[in-house]
């Protein structure tokens, strides 16, 4: 069969007052470059899984109707997508079945709502795709009529035997940024999370050889590769993390991720990050303010606990040379107007290096999801295409919607100007020299 990898790529967000205003800000403008260059993973790893005998081409829509004519030659077409562009994957998946192409869904959405995906696809994937796709791949040969496929039906996905994801279909492609994973899953369990929490529910990490053996295989394709880490949270297991590092120095990689605040805790873990190439660790701080993140985290209260050390922690991971890009949630249920210029405050105060601020988001299958489903705060229930982290759909506890997009747009200005980003940019490498210099001076008196 000729089987077509569908991603849905670039980025979403529809209130149009943010747009305009994104469209102007350097902060916003940068990330949003990298991102629409990132390369679906997920759709790599079904390709590896693929049964030997098919053709396999890699795909991407930016939007509903933007789908390639060269889709409707295929046999099969598996597409993946999030929440945000879920609508616009059914409407090219029922033009391609109209068209008489098969069409399997799955994903991180598709997982939560299969029933919903079952009424725009022959075959619909629940949770991890490795070992189902091979099913759907015979089962689209044999013409066999629509049906689910479930992974927990099938043996556990084993991290320490997945194939190296099949980066060689983007060889015609302008990509040089790159996924590699490095583990699944998160110990923790925010209320909020809507990452791979949805497909299996445990940490596992994956062996540092393979990794390895994944990131030189980007490099034989793309050289000078940048790796962004498709992680929810690499350095859970600090030896490991050590060991990855070690291996991944000498390779000459620049590399970023996202993990949790716990890495400030080891020194030394913190200078392998830096010297093996870390560009940038991503971290989850959600609020500057412990008491708006009481509960958030639902087994032992993680960001809470930790929100009292983050200043100490920030400098730690700055000072050890590895940038930190802060990411806060505005409209936690503690959140009233005053978190806005709090924000602002404490990412001057800690002169974070970057800050990500995104709304709150009730994305499908979350316990955020059915508790503001429960008390009847979703703005416009089943608006899946707003779940952008960028478009308002629910009504804060402390202050309109209205009030919470106003701020929003009031702190990206202030953030994400040219003239905040330099300040922080020269900021960091000032603080960095001077720690250097204290390290050396240290170093002088003791020897
Ligand atoms: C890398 C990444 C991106 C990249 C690449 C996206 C891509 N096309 O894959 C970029 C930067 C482009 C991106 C963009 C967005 N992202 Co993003 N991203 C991630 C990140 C960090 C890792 C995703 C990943 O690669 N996982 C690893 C792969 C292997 O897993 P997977 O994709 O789920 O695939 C497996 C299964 O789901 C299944 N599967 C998947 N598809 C299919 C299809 C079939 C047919 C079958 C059988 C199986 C199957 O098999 C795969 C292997 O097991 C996650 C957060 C995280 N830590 O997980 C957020 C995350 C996925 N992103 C998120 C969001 C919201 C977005 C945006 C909508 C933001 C925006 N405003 O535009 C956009 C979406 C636009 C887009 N083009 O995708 C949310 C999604 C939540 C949700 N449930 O919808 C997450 C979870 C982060 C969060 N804050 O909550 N993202």
Redesign the pocket.
Known sequence: MRIGLL???????HDPALLALGLTLPGFVERSKQ?AA?P????L??AAATPPGHELAYFEASEDRAEPDALYDCDLV???T????IFEAYSIADRLRAAGVKV??????V?VLPHEAAAHADYV?IG???H??PQ?VEAAERGAPRRTFRASDAAP?DVARLPVPRYDLLHDRPYNRF?V?TSRGCPWRCDF????V??SQRYRKRPVEDVLRDVIAIRRLRPSAFL?F???NTFVDKEWGKELCRALAPLGVKWFT?TDISVADDEELLELIASSGCRQLLIGLESPDSSALEGLELRSNFKARRALDYESAIERIQSAGVTVNGCFILGLDRHDTSVFEEVREFVERTQLFEAQITYLTA?PGTPLYTRLEREGRLLEPGRWDL????DVNFQPAQMTPQELRTGFYGLSERLYSSAALERRRASFHDRLRARQRERAALRANSA
């Open positions: 991603a849905m790529s670039g980025i979403r967000a991102v990132l679906s993973l997920g759709l790893y079904l598996a597409i993946s999030f929440s945000a562009q399997a869904l799955g994903g991180l959405h997982s994937a991890e795709g490795e189902v796709w759907i996905v996924t994973q999370c809507a990452s791979t949805m497909l962004e498709a992680d929810d996202e994305f779940c952008t982290l960028f």
